[in-house]
Structures are given as structure tokens and as C-alpha cells.
């Protein structure tokens, strides 16, 4: 079993940037894939970002070259650093964790979830 904690969300304006963090309790989170997802009001919860425990990592296009995943498995972390925030950007986001090797974009590939941070932008 796996608890994953969020934080690290709040209000930006737009251009701004924010850093997630996922901290994860449980056994084995080195062996684990890590995701990002968010889900913004009235709409699908939808991939952002996962990496896996070899440091393999895919981005959604509409986040490449603004947003960075990472993690830290001494620290039991992972991380989203948001640079350029624009108002689509926001929503709530979420921390998963699931086993390598499965479709990262489907929600239904992930075992784990935590509860949400929320992320607001301004203009």
C-alpha cells in the first residue's frame, strides 16, 4: 500500500511558476512509476507528466518544455516544477503511482492516488 501526499499548490499569475511535491509512504516507491495528472472543473482528469524509477519520462505536448518532473527515492518525492503558468494550466492537480511498464496517459494504469492540490492562475 501506498499513501501519496500532495502540496506545493496556490494562487500564480500567469507567467509565473509553482512547484509540486508528492511525498509517498509506503513500501518499495523507488520501484514505482510516478504521474502527474490534473483536472480542471467540467473536464476529464488528463495526463500531465510521469517518470520512471530509471528516470524514463514523458511530458503531454501542451506542458513540454515549461514543466519538469522529477524525483528524489531517498526523500520518497516526486516533483512539478511549472514554469509559464497560463489560465489553462489551471486545476487540480494529482500525484499517482503504479508499476512501470502500462499506459502512463490512462488514468486507469495507476494504482495509487493522492488527494489534490489545487492550482490557480491569474491573468
Known amino acids: 500500500q501506498v499513501q501519496l501526499v500532495e502540496s506545493g499548490g496556490g494562487l500564480v499569475q500567469a507567467g509565473g511558476s509553482l512547484r509540486l511535491s508528492c511525498v509517498a509512504s509506503?513500501?518499495?516507491?523507488?520501484?514505482?512509476?510516478m504521474a502527474w495528472f490534473r483536472q480542471a472543473p467540467g473536464k476529464e482528469r488528463e495526463f500531465v507528466a510521469a517518470i520512471n524509477w530509471r528516470g524514463y519520462i514523458e511530458y503531454t505536448d501542451s506542458v513540454k518544455g515549461r514543466f519538469t518532473i522529477s524525483r528524489d527515492n531517498a526523500k520518497n518525492t516526486a516533483y512539478l516544477q511549472m514554469n509559464r503558468l497560463n489560465p489553462e494550466d489551471a486545476a487540480q492537480y494529482y500525484c499517482a503511482a503504479g508499476p512501470d511498464g502500462l499506459l502512463w496517459r490512462d488514468v486507469r494504469s495507476w494504482n495509487y492516488w493522492g488527494q489534490g492540490t489545487q492550482v490557480t492562475v491569474s491573468t
Open positions: 509506503g513500501r518499495a516507491f523507488s520501484s514505482y512509476a
